[in-house]
């Protein structure tokens, strides 16, 4: 395989989470000025240096998303848009988190459907992009208690999982109920969301962004810090 046809085929991404920018009840402009300046150079030289097919957020884009007002909520779009500006040639996926929607007792479908409009997110969603298959989570409607925004999300998975396990089988497979599905790339599934799936601690995580010692074997609660234990095994 020529250089060139190595480079059509991989997948160049890059990964960002927690970006909040502040808002108009916390953020001081002062701080927002030199933060949004280093984020905006920040980005700005990655892309440059970089040039990724594809840049992923997982969640906490706006620090104030969960109780900002319509005109509060525009002004922090207006500045992430200037920050976070792209060509043509790189897509932009943001997914949602509990400062963009709210904790599970604070989303609300006004909140989601903002969010959802702004950046054409849907929980359960599924993108695939050069042969690998990638799964948009609204991990805030994790909460498995049955309310509008958790019970869509969720039934829109179980039809995504069975389109995904459809796709897996071998051509020569016979099954009925993957007769008229929609065959996908059989690609594993890479799953983005905003809270990780459960894990009692940071124990066993390693590496330069890992928990100094002292907070390692700390517990996570779950549904705070991570998902539940029920709400993983689902996903």
């Known amino acids: 395989m020529s250089g060139k046809e190595t480079s059509a085929s991989v997948l160049k991404a890059i990964v960002l989470a927690d970006t909040h920018l502040l808002g108009e009840i916390k953020g001081h402009w002062l701080d927002k000025l030199r933060r949004e300046w280093q984020m905006e150079r920040s980005f700005q030289t990655a892309l440059w240096l970089l040039q990724p097919d594809i840049v992923f957020i997982l969640g906490d884009v706006f620090d104030e998303g969960k109780w900002s007002s319509p005109q509060a909520w525009a002004d922090d779009v207006r500045r992430f848009q200037k920050m976070f500006k792209h060509s043509v040639f790189t897509e932009l996926v943001v997914i949602a988190g509990n400062h ?136």
């Open 100 to 235: 963009d929607i709210g904790f599970h007792y604070e989303m609300t479908p006004y909140k989601v459907n903002r969010f959802e409009k702004l950046f054409n997110f849907t929980s359960a969603k599924l993108i695939t992009r050069k042969g690998i298959n990638f799964v948009l989570v609204n991990s805030v409607a994790m909460e498995g208690d049955g309310c509008a925004v958790c019970h869509t999300s969720e039934a829109k998975l179980v039809a995504l999982s069975h389109k995904l396990n459809c796709s897996q089988q071998k051509p020569n497979h016979s099954n009925k109920r993957c007769s008229d599905v929609e065959k996908l790339p059989a690609s594993e599934p890479i799953l983005l969301q905003h809270y990780p799936l459960y894990r009692k601690s940071d124990a066993e995580c390693t590496g330069e962004d890992s928990a100094p010692p002292e907070e390692k074997n700390i517990p996570f609660k779950e549904k705070y810090d991570v998902l539940s234990q029920e709400a993983s095994q689902k996903v």
